[in-house]
């Protein structure tokens, strides 16, 4: 049985009345030596956010690290799952613990060092002007990624070329898991639906979010490979990136998204 536990209030003392609640969701699998460094410069960009760890039984005990971070921080919420059980599934987790406690802005980040807190603002300002979807993209200004093997940016960005070829998606960065949600973006997605779960459930997010009537907006960011842990990145999750965005085409022609 998925053990959750939270820490802290619903609502921290010091945050700006009548600004929106906002939730960072960051899914965890051995990722013990960033996120004590991380998560208290994702809470110092904006007294508006609180942050949920959800670690899938790290066995580096990265979920020891995520509680103590709860018991130290109000703002800081924990969920502990039974095993590895994908991505995707950990962010419509985390969306439905959101929603379920009213929060009005919901993003997602990599654990990793990957994605840098000072763009959170960025994110947040882009819903706070209209943005139904807010997405930190790596390609909306040229190319801005740092130590990523050459052979790794041509997949990320001909992937994303393919992705927008087959589904219409106006985006630059389209696998990009570093954006916000406005809340009426995730209620407007029937998460049954939701079938990817590694390296194509950031597309389908996406892909539903427009197909929804949502407004995406794309911020630049500039992403910078870990230099700590190993990428999750397989030949199963691509060729699950392949296939599904044919099916996600095919889907909305017929209307059975």
């Known amino acids: 049985m998925t ?9 921290s003392e010091g945050r700006p009345a009548g600004q929106g609640r906002a939730l960072v969701v960051m899914p965890t699998y051995n990722e013990a030596g ?5 998560v208290p410069r994702v809470l110092e960009q904006d007294p508006r956010i609180d942050v949920l760890v959800i670690d899938d039984a790290s066995p580096d005990g990265t979920g020891a690290v995520a509680d103590d971070l709860a018991a130290r921080h109000q703002r ?22 959101g929603l379920e406690r009213g929060y009005d802005f919901l993003l997602e980040m990599d654990s990793d ?5 000072q763009y959170v603002p960025d994110l947040l300002g882009a819903v706070d002007e209209g943005a139904d979807l807010a997405i930190g993209s790596r390609y909306v200004r040229g190319v801005n990624v740092i130590n990523w ?32 949600f406005r809340r009426r973006a995730l209620e407007a997605i029937d998460f049954d639906r939701v079938g990817s779960t590694g390296y194509a459930f950031q597309i389908e997010m996406d892909f539903r979010a427009w197909k929804a009537g949502m ?9 910078t ?33």
């Open 3 to 11: 053990e959750e536990r939270e820490a802290g209030n619903e609502r």
């Open 34 to 38: 960033t996120l004590a460094g991380l």
């Open 76 to 97: 800081v919420h924990v969920m502990h799952r039974e095993g590895k059980l994908g991505l995707g599934t950990a962010y419509l987790r985390g969306f439905r613990y």
């Open 113 to 117: 060092l990957s994605h840098d807190p």
């Open 149 to 180: 093997p050459m052979s790794r940016l041509l997949l990320s960005y001909n992937a994303n070329k393919y992705a927008r070829w087959v589904t219409g998606l106006p985006l630059t960065d389209a696998t990009s898991g570093f954006k916000c």
């Open 215 to 223: 407004k995406l907006v794309e911020v630049p960011i500039v992403f």
């Open 225 to 257: 490979d870990r230099d700590r842990g190993e990428s999750k990145m397989s030949g199963a999750i691509v060729r699950e990136a392949i296939w599904r965005v044919w099916a996600l085409r095919l889907k909305a022609i017929f209307g059975r998204l």
